[in-house]
């Protein structure tokens, strides 16, 4: 994802004889929960996908509902801590120094988003499953009234959250960011002017969805908070975090069967789950020979994430079908999330690597 758990360099005292103030050590923790978020969505897609081919209920292919629902449920921690890495990246590890620095951020994320907004508006066309013509679903992906591929949400819902945050963190450091602030009053007076002009002109004209819910934000706060805790805050001893996690997951399960499919991102349940990831991985220690891998593996996350829906769409349409047996199900669930983690992140590196990571993310 786009957020990056790298800090940035300390100002240098205004006094030359003054010694530096110490770097932040990299946080290659973070790496690891970025990383590992990464591949949680992909599972979580991926028993969606299964849960669909079902229709949503084990009548109609009780091997195919379970195997989705549960890598569904695992996948349900990654975008809480998303949300609470990039609190941590604004508020904590990199705040921006300046409104430059802002616009640049929002740049690295909106630049690829509208290229794979044109990619998956494209793609659609060449299947046959856009709802309407390319220039109206263009238009409205700009709004954010359309979304041409579902997890795209996130990013229309990430982009004011840091903004926002942004705003704080300039404005308490004594800056005037006149620019983001301009920004933040359009996102919240675009839906109500919007509304507006339908009633005044009769026509009809696109939501705009470029905003976020109040459990986003404060899963970015928190997320912040925690994640900012000094090494050892939780404990010395991680099992104890991982037996959370598990009983949270169980809860999930549990509830998504029972109750309501799709469980809230912000139930009290996936909050519980979320927690017990971060609290066991907070802190922990990545061995050195690991540490360049990980970091190109976090740093191609958010290629990845852009890119896994369309190889995942074409996994699942190959090899899912309703009818599948219990082993045949499991094997498979955990056979497309691994080969769509592996080609996403394979063909991120590689655009990375020809210099199109701005482009493409």
């Known amino acids: 994802m786009p957020s990056s758990a790298s800090p940035a360099p300390a100002d240098v005292s205004a ?14 923790d973070i790496d690891l929960i970025r990383l590992l978020c990464s591949v949680g969505v992909i599972l979580c897609h ?8 079902a229709n949503r209920t084990p009548a ?5 509902y379970w195997a989705g629902l549960v890598a569904d449920s695992a996948g349900r921690f990654a975008v809480p801590l998303f949300f609470a890495i990039a609190g941590w990246v604004v508020l904590v590890g990199a ?3 300046d409104g430059a620095r802002l616009r640049q951020r929002v740049v690295r994320i909106v630049v690829p988003l509208a290229v794979w907004t044109a990619v998956y508006l494209a793609w659609g066309r060449l299947r046959g499953t856009d709802d309407g013509p390319a220039g109206e679903l263009a238009l409205d ?11 795209l949400w996130y990013l229309y819902a990430y982009v004011p959250v840091i903004l926002l945050l942004a705003f704080v963190v300039l404005v308490r450091a004594g800056r005037r960011p006149w620019g983001a602030g301009a920004v933040l009053l359009v996102l919240a007076a675009a839906p109500s002017l919007l509304g507006d002009l339908a009633d005044v002109t009769g026509r009809e004209l696109p939501r705009f969805g470029w905003t976020f819910g109040p459990y986003q934000l404060i899963y970015a706060v928190l997320g912040a908070l925690l994640l900012a805790a000094p090494a050892g805050t939780f404990g010395r001893r991680r099992p104890p975090w991982l037996l959370l996690a598990a009983a949270g997951l169980a809860a999930v399960v549990v509830h998504q069967h029972e109750v309501h499919y799709a469980i809230p991102y912000a139930h009290v349940l996936v909050a519980l789950f979320s927690f017990g990831v971060l609290a066991a991985l907070h802190g922990l220690r990545v061995p050195e020979r690991l540490r360049p891998a ?9 290629g990845a994430y852009l890119v896994h829906v369309l190889v995942l769409g074409v996994l699942t349409d190959a090899f899912v079908s309703a009818d599948l047996g219990r082993a045949a199900a499991a094997a498979l669930v955990v056979g497309v999330a691994a080969a769509t983690t592996l080609l996403s992140f394979g063909a991120a590196l590689l655009w990375r690597r020809a210099g199109a990571g701005r482009v493409l993310g």
């Open 95 to 97: 705040p921006p120094k």
């Open 60 to 64: 109609d292919g009780p091997a195919v």
């Open 294 to 302: 990980l970091t190109r593996l976090a740093d191609a996350s958010f």
């Open 46 to 53: 991926t028993g969606s996908a299964f849960v669909n081919t």
């Open 141 to 151: 992906a700009v709004f954010a009234s359309v979304r041409p591929a579902y997890h």
């Open 15 to 28: 006094d030359p004889l003054a010694p530096a103030p110490p770097r932040r050590e990299h946080r290659y």
